[in-house]
């Protein structure tokens, strides 16, 4: 069964630290492929300007560009909301050859337990939790799977949208057509 990784998140924007998460789990063999699920409703997110789903979608394409074991799934543009067990179902319901594995970062884990249907979703699921610079995790005792450790890319959007609206290079920490499009799109100015 092909093992599908599903990596959520807002992903305004994107960058080289989640691009990283993505291959240390492939190439670990923890999974074959793995689907950015850009979030169309972040609600864990509300004191901040979001970006349109399209445009997150845009650059989330740019950052994967041609990798064949990745893909960008617009699955939460038809469900309208962003609920990580509701996410998964559907996905299974649409790809019943698949075996979906969520992915989160190791600072997640904290928030995990206010994340709707989290009883459903821990049975059910095994986590693949991938380690963050200074976010140092052990898997809680109900939380089922591993914590995948890499060496770690120290790059959060925070620190992006903080330096483009600063005027500071995003040169290193996002592919050049991401940071175009940040550029010609005026994103995180003000
Ligand atoms: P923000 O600073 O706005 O919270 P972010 O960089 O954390 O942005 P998100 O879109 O919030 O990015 O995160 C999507 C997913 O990617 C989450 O599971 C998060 O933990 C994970 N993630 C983000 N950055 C990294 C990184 N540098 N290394 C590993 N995982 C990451
Ligand atoms: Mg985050």
């Not at 991938?130 to 450790?149: A, C, F, K, N, W």
């Given at each position: 069964?092909?093992?599908?990784?599903?990596?959520?998140?807002?992903?305004?924007?994107?960058?080289?630290?989640?691009?990283?998460?993505?291959?240390?789990c492939?190439?670990?063999?923890?999974?074959?492929?793995?689907?950015?699920?850009?979030?169309?409703?972040?609600?864990q997110?509300?004191?901040?300007?979001?970006?349109?789903?399209?445009?997150?979608?845009?650059?989330?394409?740019?950052?994967?560009?041609?990798?064949?074991?990745?893909?960008?799934?617009?699955?939460?543009?038809?469900?309208?909301?962003?609920?990580?067990?509701?996410?998964?179902?559907?996905?299974?319901?649409?790809?019943?050859?698949?075996?979906?594995v969520?992915?989160?970062?190791?600072?997640?884990?904290?928030?995990?337990?206010t994340?709707?249907?989290?009883?459903?979703?821990?049975?059910?699921?095994?986590?693949?939790?991938v380690s963050?610079?200074?976010?140092?995790?052990?898997?809680?005792?109900?939380?089922?799977?591993?914590?995948?450790?890499?060496?770690?890319?120290?790059?959060?959007?925070?620190?992006?949208?903080?330096?483009?609206?600063?005027?500071?290079?995003?040169?290193?920490?996002?592919?050049?057509?991401?940071?175009?499009?940040?550029?010609?799109?005026?994103?995180?100015r003000?």
């Amino acid at each position: 069964m092909t093992r599908v990784g599903v990596f959520g998140g807002t992903f305004d924007p994107c960058h080289f630290g989640h691009l990283h998460a993505a291959q240390v789990c492939l190439e670990q063999r923890l999974i074959d492929q793995v689907w950015f699920v850009p979030a169309v409703d972040p609600w864990q997110k509300q004191n901040q300007q979001i970006t349109s789903y399209a445009t997150r979608v845009r650059m989330l394409q740019s950052l994967i560009a041609s990798k064949s074991s990745l893909r960008v799934s617009e699955v939460e543009k038809d469900l309208g909301k962003s609920e990580t067990f509701a996410t998964l179902s559907t996905l299974g319901a649409q790809w019943p050859r698949y075996e979906f594995v969520p992915i989160i970062g190791a600072d997640l884990l904290d928030g995990l337990h206010t994340w709707r249907d989290y009883e459903k979703l821990i049975s059910k699921y095994r986590f693949l939790v991938v380690s963050r610079p200074g976010q140092e995790r052990m898997l809680p005792v109900d939380v089922s799977g591993i914590v995948v450790t890499s060496v770690g890319v120290d790059i959060s959007s925070s620190d992006i949208r903080t330096r483009t609206r600063h005027g500071e290079s995003i040169s290193q920490l996002v592919p050049h057509d991401v940071a175009q499009l940040i550029e010609k799109e005026l994103l995180y100015r003000n």
